[in-house]
Structures are given as structure tokens and as C-alpha cells.
């Protein structure tokens, strides 16, 4: 229940005729969106600057970010400096798995908030310090809804969703994937066991975003990621 976006306020349906209230709320959720807006900019000014490649990953709980994100490290390490800022609500338990693959890591926790932001990101920034040229991974908190709405000043902001979710969600929380450049499709090696089609997933991905990038991946199995983890030194090479 978000204390900034207004995701655990409750709306009636029904009229009282308080619509300055509305307006108050509206003008409030405009204001903390602006200031984020500012900080974000200022921190992507300061990632230009390092060189930095900077990912911002977004998806509901479950959908295997971590899986992936450990994986990926697996490959790029000894090719890439990485650094990664892991959002939870409560727990350290995603950054204890990225810290034993022995790569810099900062855990936010969020409390009753659903997502990262930008002022959250510059904090745990000046602690890592990351290294000119590195890629820093923001995992975000797991979440649909908000995360889409808050700039950190990421390069990319990468959306992931696995086959277990359905192949409909595009279609259900078409925001995210509005707002994303990139689309990571988890899990494909499920999708014989599952009332899925990839195939249709990636479709409806196209169908909010014809400009997405996507990706099918089985973190686990290793299907994918030797796409995924080019695609990324290939970005990271353009900012040096």
C-alpha cells in the first residue's frame, strides 16, 4: 500500500461531492512525480557521465528477475563490471544471492511501498560507486503497476514476464509494457506444460508495444540467455 503513487488508497464509486479532495489528491500525485522526474534526470546526467549502462527491471513477484539476473551475472563476469541495486519491500534475501556470486550490491527496502525511486536509486548509488563503463542493474520491487510510473534514470527500463503468468498480461497491465523498451519472456520452458503460447504472449507485448525488444528466455534451463547477455554487452560497449 503506497504512501506516494495513491495504489492503496480507496476510491468510491459513489459521489459526496468533496471534488476538491480529488483534485488535492491529483495535484499531491503530480508534485512527488515531478520531483522524482527532477532527481531522475540528475541521475541519469551522472550515469552519462560514468558511462554507465543502467537497467531497470520490472515484473510481478515470481516471474524469476532474480533467477535471471543471476544468471546473467554468471555470464558476464570477467567481461563486464556489474554492479546491482536490489528493491524489496522487506528482506535481503535477492541481495544475499547476488552478493555470493560476489558482485557489489545495495538492497533498498521499501516497507508498505510497491516501487523504487529516483531519490532511492542516488542514495544506494553513492554507496556502490560504481566503476566508469559498468552496467548496474536496478531489480525493482515486484510489482505491475507502479514501477512503470517512476523514472529512476535508467538507459532502458526492462519489463519481464514469465510463461506461468499467462500469455494475456500484456493486455491486462498494458502500462508497463507501454512504458518498457525491452521485454524479457521467462520460463519458455514451461510453456509445454502450461496453458501458454509464447507465441501469443509476445504478440500481445507487440500489440501494446510494437517497439519492444523481446527476448525468450528459460533462466534456469539456459534456453535465450546467450542472446539476452549479448544484446546487453553490445549496449554497454556503446556507452564507452
Given at each position: 500500500m503506497c504512501g506516494?503513487?495513491?495504489?492503496?488508497?480507496?476510491?468510491?464509486?459513489?459521489e459526496h461531492g468533496h471534488h476538491h479532495e480529488e483534485v488535492a489528491v491529483i495535484n499531491l500525485e503530480q508534485d512527488i512525480l515531478q520531483r522524482n522526474n527532477l532527481l531522475a534526470e540528475r541521475n541519469r546526467g551522472y550515469f552519462e557521465a560514468k558511462r554507465l549502462f543502467v537497467l531497470n527491471l520490472m515484473s510481478s513477484p515470481g516471474s524469476g528477475k532474480t533467477t535471471l539476473l543471476e544468471e546473467t551475472i554468471r555470464r558476464l563476469k570477467g567481461k563486464q563490471s556489474i554492479y546491482v541495486i536490489e528493491g524489496d519491500q522487506q528482506t535481503s534475501n535477492d541481495a544475499d544471492r547476488i552478493s555470493a556470486l560476489d558482485v557489489p550490491v545495495f538492497q533498498v527496502n521499501t516497507g508498505?511501498?510497491?516501487?523504487?525511486?529516483?531519490?532511492?536509486?542516488?542514495?544506494?548509488?553513492?554507496?556502490?560507486?560504481?566503476?566508469?563503463?559498468?552496467?548496474?542493474f536496478v531489480e525493482n520491487v515486484g510489482n505491475l503497476v507502479c514501477p512503470a510510473m517512476f523514472d529512476l534514470g535508467e538507459a532502458r527500463k526492462v519489463v519481464i514476464v514469465s510463461t506461468t503468468e499467462g500469455d494475456d498480461k500484456p493486455l491486462k497491465?498494458?502500462?508497463?509494457?507501454?512504458?518498457?523498451?525491452?521485454?524479457?519472456?521467462?520460463?519458455?520452458?514451461?510453456?509445454?506444460?502450461?496453458?501458454?503460447?509464447?507465441?501469443?504472449?509476445?504478440?500481445?507485448?507487440?500489440?501494446?508495444?510494437?517497439?519492444?525488444?523481446?527476448?525468450?528466455?528459460?533462466?534456469?534451463?539456459?534456453?535465450?540467455?546467450?542472446?539476452?547477455?549479448?544484446?546487453?554487452?553490445?549496449?554497454?560497449?556503446?556507452?564507452?
Open positions: 506516494t503513487c495513491g495504489c492503496g488508497e480507496h476510491h468510491h464509486s459513489h508498505t511501498g510497491c516501487h523504487l525511486e529516483a531519490s532511492m536509486v542516488n542514495h544506494a548509488v553513492k554507496h556502490l560507486n560504481p566503476v566508469e563503463g559498468s552496467v548496474l497491465y498494458p502500462h508497463i509494457f507501454a512504458e518498457a523498451e525491452v521485454c524479457v519472456i521467462n520460463k519458455i520452458d514451461l510453456a509445454p506444460y502450461l496453458n501458454t503460447s509464447v507465441a501469443e504472449l509476445k504478440e500481445n507485448a507487440l500489440k501494446v508495444n510494437h517497439h519492444l525488444q523481446i527476448f525468450e528466455v528459460s533462466a534456469l534451463q539456459g534456453d535465450g540467455m546467450d542472446n539476452w547477455c549479448n544484446w546487453l554487452l553490445a549496449e554497454c560497449a556503446k556507452c564507452k
